[in-house]
């Protein structure tokens, strides 16, 4: 008689997997193996004719279990088929059928404990087939042939992760997905394991096991077969960057959790094994950086379809499940809420409770506060009754009080003893978790239902108590909580200060008057209006503030007097829209900024091609809104717009509002935008507006019927554009034509950056419309345009020929020596008008310097060089230091950084700094000096003729002594500042767009691109003329 074995499962299942030509084979060899065996002959004409479930039955019905095992064993080792032969030796001994067993049942009662009742309801129905092809690309992605493979299931924190964990397992040990794919599949919750002392990988599955030994060499025999399932990798402090050597390979050796992790995670541990890793998006981006062959799967939550069939699952009135999700949608932020199962549970039950009593869903759904308080005081009020016991409000007060120590100490799983320092007695707990507002984590651990339940609690306790009754010292006063919140210090306050303002609210007053008894105290209201009304007060303050966050507080409370005295005296404003909530709050709250002079906006994915986000005709609405500031704000002069994307409606909007007369902006600046609308339209605007005068467009790509559209208008007699930047637009030599025809005809432009864009032959188009007389530009940029030294004759003749331009830029170009002998020509030359000069970066050497040394001694109009990350050398700096002594040298700013200059030169730089009367400013930056060096620059500094006002040196180019001299020197001389910019130091190539407003005397020494930026506090005085760019 057969076995239980082979009764339950039977050799069918093993011979299917024979191929036509392994059949005959086995067939063949059955025989000879009978016959070795000592078994009786089964009768070769049945074998012969039989089809693979034909000889399953001969074989179950000649011998018993042991001997028909012991046959196919041998045959399948014969024809090379070890695997059948290992898969039947597993299935003989019966591990793996009971330990999918005992996964079956650990999983299914975690889920009825662990996750809430209607959720695991509709989430637990019969897997469909796209459900289950979902669920394979689990066990089995397509984006991979090899055996072994990691996937990082990514999403927010409560998204439903380990939910679909347990359904990959379930659906696992059901033999529905993966059973061919995996024989153990092994799961790991990290908020279990940080708890753990030392141990090895083979305690972690022992501790799990459903018999007292684990089979070792069973599990570790075909480790292609494992799946380790890593669930909640957040909460594990793992370093994905120790080196080899720490970690582990042999998982029977005891070693810190977080090591055995990442040795499995890095493949040190069972490299052929697979893994899926859950985590949150910023742990996501680390794994996909640190492990190999990543493949990530992102769980985006509810779309609007699964919403609404949720809404009817738990609202079984399909008239009243219609009407709640209609309610919702109306406010984006439930709505965008609802797409995380749990939450969208939460809106649901207090919708029903809420209807159930005669309430409006629209009503409930006014504020996302309004539906949270609903639901919060609900739980805590008994069915059929019309307010709270006694009990009811202390434990609500408990848990609030708890929530507010969470907050603050960033605690969000709590043990037993933390509950009871907070009033919550133990009896407490059962009635807590029967309301869903507590969930029990693990052994006598609990956390909120979701992050934002607890900010929720928090923000309560805030209100309702004076936070210094609480009994830890880090709970804070109302006033510190709000601007902790706005300040984002806090990274993970993502609500609380939303739900303490909207809990200001008039309407939430009222519902907890009614519920404790008592009005909250008046005090709270007027300790946020202050903390609100100094930030308008305070430009410092104003600059630490989240305008986003500010703006989501403000909206929340929803009182259109405050908000406009808090937003009114606010001047510049930063806006990054991802969503259409975004949209809606920014365009009722920038319409109270009356007092804006600076608006930055940045929208990247409202109108962008994504099939989980509809693009709505409120967003249109709402973003005309926004536009509308532009035109009805007296005070706003300057507007950006950065990586953005604009569809034809948001574009003609955008346009419309520009191109009005009204509309007094005198700056606009596009870097990264995508204008998917008409081109000539927005030309149009500079024709329409003649108050804008500085125009940026960077990084966006323009056809050269674009340049002819832009020059078009720039030729139009209304148009005012003063300044022009075109970086990094794909220029090239071909627009250059139709850029000098604007250059000989176009009177008021002034100022033109063409940096990176590949010019290359047409800067000599450029070069003979400036050489024209009637050129005025006085400003050009042309960094970075593959200029070369063939270019210099035309740079050279130009620079002789024209009267009018003042700063030239040509850094990041292969000029080499060759081309500045060229240029130096025409340089030297006493009537050449060029003030400044930037020429970083442009493959000079020693030998460059002979050319410029009489550029210094005779042109007295050139007052600013920056020559810096050329290998001047030493020798080099020695030959200009003899002409920057010189009489008649008049240069003011001195860029030598990254020129490969030692202490050797410190005794050529002593000269200069006593005996120039007019050096303010020498960069040497990532430059190798010593302190024998700086001791002697310090002298220099400290010599009464020294004119010098700025120094920059590097953070890494000196050593501590070194630093303590230049900082001792600096602190004797009040004049004196050194600036040590991390990012001048490397890159300072080129001047940065400047804008200059009328009245506004522009006076900086500038160092490269960041050196305009923003900029140190401690800028010094200039005695010198105005600096425009340089």
């Given at each position: 008689m057969a076995s239980s074995f082979f009764s339950d499962f039977g050799l069918m299942w093993y011979l299917e997997e024979l191929s036509r030509k392994e059949l005959v084979k086995f067939k063949e060899l059955l025989k000879q193996e009978a016959e070795e065996l000592g078994l009786k002959q089964i009768p070769w004409s049945e074998v012969k004719r039989a089809s693979k479930e034909g000889l399953a039955n001969l074989l179950t019905k000649h011998y018993d279990g042991p001997q028909a095992w012991a046959v196919t064993g041998r045959v399948f080792l014969k024809i090379n088929r070890k695997d059948l032969c290992v898969k039947a030796m597993r299935e003989s001994t019966g591990h793996t059928r009971k330990y999918r067993a005992h996964v079956k049942e650990k999983f299914s009662d975690m889920w009825r404990r662990n996750t809430?009742?209607?959720?695991?309801?509709?989430?637990?129905?019969?897997?469909?087939?796209?459900?289950?092809?979902?669920?394979?690309?689990?066990?089995?992605?397509?984006?991979?042939?090899?055996?072994?493979?990691?996937?990082?299931?990514?999403?927010?924190?409560?998204?439903?992760?380990?939910?679909?964990?347990?359904?990959?397992?379930?659906?696992?040990?059901?033999?529905?997905?993966?059973?061919?794919?995996?024989?153990?599949?092994?799961?790991?919750?990290?908020?279990?394991?940080?708890?753990?002392?030392?141990t090895s990988l083979a305690e972690l599955i022992s501790r799990e096991w459903h018999e007292p030994s684990v089979p070792g060499i069973e599990i570790t025999a075909q480790p292609e077969r494992l799946l380790f399932i890593i669930d909640s990798f957040e909460k594990l402090k793992c370093d994905l960057n120790q080196s080899e050597a720490e970690l582990c390979s042999d998982w029977e050796e005891?070693?810190?959790?977080?090591?055995?992790?990442?040795?499995?995670?890095?493949?040190?541990?069972?490299?052929?094994?697979s893994l899926i890793i859950a985590t949150t998006p910023d742990l996501s981006q680390e794994l996909e950086k640190n492990l190999k062959d990543v493949q990530v799967q992102v769980m985006m939550g509810f779309d609007d379809y699964s919403k609404k069939l949720y809404f009817s699952s738990i609202l079984p009135n399909w008239g009243q499940a219609v009407q709640a999700f209609n309610a919702v949608q109306e406010n984006k932020q439930l709505s965008r809420l609802c797409e995380m199962p749990l939450l969208c549970w939460l809106v649901c039950t207090c919708l029903k409770q809420e209807m159930e009593r005669g309430q409006e869903p629209a009503e409930v759904c006014r504020c996302t506060t309004t539906l949270y308080t609903s639901f919060i005081l609900h739980a805590f009020t008994p069915r059929g009754a019309h307010g709270p016991s006694p009990q009811g409000r202390g434990q609500l007060q408990g848990l609030c009080a708890l929530a507010a120590e969470g907050m603050w100490t960033n605690t969000f799983v709590f043990p037993e003893d933390m509950l009871g320092r907070n009033g919550i007695a133990t009896s407490d707990i059962a009635t807590l978790l029967d309301t869903k507002v507590l969930l029990k984590e693990h052994a006598d651990c609990y956390s909120f239902l979701h992050l934002s339940v607890q900010e929720f609690c928090a923000a309560l306790f805030h209100v309702l108590k004076n936070?210094?009754?609480?009994?830890?010292?880090?709970?804070?006063?109302?006033?510190?909580?709000?601007?902790?919140?706005?300040?984002?210090?806090?990274?993970?306050?993502?609500?609380?200060?939303?739900?303490?303002?909207?809990?200001?609210?008039?309407?939430?007053?009222?519902?907890?008057?009614?519920?404790?008894?008592?009005?909250?105290?008046?005090e709270v209201k007027q300790l946020c209006h202050q903390s609100l009304r100094r930030v308008n007060e305070n430009e410092d303050l104003q600059s630490q503030v989240d305008f986003s966050k500010l703006s989501y507080c403000l909206f929340e409370m929803q009182n259109d007097d405050f908000v406009r005295e808090v937003m009114e005296p606010i001047k510049k404003v930063n806006c990054l829209i991802l969503d259409n909530i975004d949209l809606i709050i920014f365009s009722y709250?920038?319409?109270?900024?009356?007092?804006?002079?600076?608006?930055?906006?940045?929208?990247?994915?409202?109108?962008?091609?994504?099939?989980?986000?509809?693009?709505?005709?409120?967003?249109?609405?709402?973003?005309?809104?926004?536009?509308?500031?532009?035109?009805?704000?007296?005070?706003?002069?300057?507007?950006?717009?950065?990586?953005?994307?604009?569809?034809?409606?948001a574009c003609v909007a955008l346009y419309s509002h520009l191109r009005e007369p009204h509309c007094l902006l005198q700056s606009l600046k596009m870097k990264g935008v995508v204008l998917n609308g008409e081109m000539r339209l927005f030309f149009d605007i500079f024709i329409q507006n003649p108050n804008i005068r500085y125009l940026s467009i960077s990084s966006m790509k323009l056809s050269c019927e674009d340049v002819y559209l832009l020059c078009e208008a720039l030729g139009h007699p209304t148009c005012n554009i003063e300044s022009l930047n075109l970086e990094d637009c794909s220029l090239s030599a071909d627009h250059c034509d139709t850029m000098a025809w604007v250059l000989t005809h176009n009177k008021k432009l002034r100022q033109l950056s063409l940096t990176c864009n590949y010019?290359?032959?047409?800067?000599?188009?450029?070069?003979?419309?400036?050489s024209c007389p009637e050129a005025v530009l006085d400003f050009l940029e042309l960094a970075c345009c593959y200029v070369s030294q063939q270019c210099c004759p035309a740079l050279s003749e130009m620079l002789v020929r024209n009267s009018t331009l003042r700063h030239l830029d040509l850094s990041l170009n292969i000029l080499k020596d060759e081309g500045l002998e060229i240029l130096c020509e025409a340089l030297q030359l006493p009537y050449c008008s060029l003030r400044s000069l930037c020429i970083t970066e442009c493959g000079f050497s020693t030998h460059g310097c002979h050319y410029l040394v009489p550029v210094l001694m005779y042109n007295q109009n050139l007052r600013h060089l920056q020559i810096g990350v050329n290998a001047l050398g030493d020798a080099g700096v020695k030959l200009l230091c003899e002409a920057l002594v010189y009489p008649h040298c008049r240069i003011q700013t001195l860029g030598l950084q990254g020129c490969g200059l030692t202490s050797a030169c410190c005794g050529d730089l002593w000269d200069i700094l006593t005996h120039s009367k007019t050096l303010e400013g020498l960069n040497l930056s990532s430059n190798s000096l010593d302190y024998s060096g700086v001791a002697l620059l310090c002298k220099a500094l400290q010599h009464p003729q020294c004119p010098l006002k700025v120094l920059w040196m590097g953070k890494g180019d000196l050593d501590e002594e070194s630093w303590a001299l230049l900082r001792t020197v600096e602190e004797r001389d009040p004049e004196l500042h050194i600036w040590t910019e991390l990012d001048w130091l490397v890159w300072p190539t080129r001047p940065v767009w400047d804008i200059r407003l009328p009245g506004v005397s522009v006076q900086r020494l500038c160092f490269g691109k960041a050196a305009l930026g923003t900029g140190p506090s401690r800028t010094p005085t200039v005695t010198a003329e105005p600096l425009r760019l340089c």
């Open positions: 809430i009742t209607d959720v695991a309801e509709f989430f637990h129905q019969k897997i469909t087939q796209e459900e289950r092809q979902y669920l394979e690309l689990f066990l089995r992605p397509e984006a991979t042939e090899k055996q072994s493979y990691t996937v990082v299931l990514q999403g927010v924190k409560r998204i439903g992760k380990t939910m679909l964990l347990m359904k990959i397992i379930l659906a696992w040990s059901d033999g529905i997905i993966g059973q061919d794919r995996f024989s153990y599949i092994f799961y790991f919750c990290c908020g279990e394991l940080k708890k753990l002392p030392a005891q070693q810190p959790v977080p090591v055995l992790v990442s040795s499995l995670l890095r493949k040190k541990m069972f490299p052929e094994s936070p210094s009754e609480h009994h830890h010292p880090a709970v804070a006063s109302v006033d510190v909580l709000l601007m902790t919140y706005l300040d984002r210090t806090k990274k993970n306050w993502i609500f609380l200060g939303c739900f303490l303002m909207g809990l200001l609210h008039e309407n939430e007053q009222r519902k907890l008057d009614a519920f404790f008894g008592f009005q909250p105290s008046q709250c920038l319409k109270f900024c009356r007092s804006l002079k600076k608006l930055s906006l940045c929208i990247e994915n409202i109108w962008a091609k994504q099939p989980h986000r509809p693009v709505l005709d409120s967003s249109l609405v709402c973003w005309d809104q926004i536009c509308s500031v532009f035109r009805r704000n007296e005070y706003l002069f300057d507007l950006q717009m950065k990586d953005s994307i604009l569809n034809e409606s010019l290359d032959t047409g800067v000599g188009q450029l070069c003979a419309a400036l």
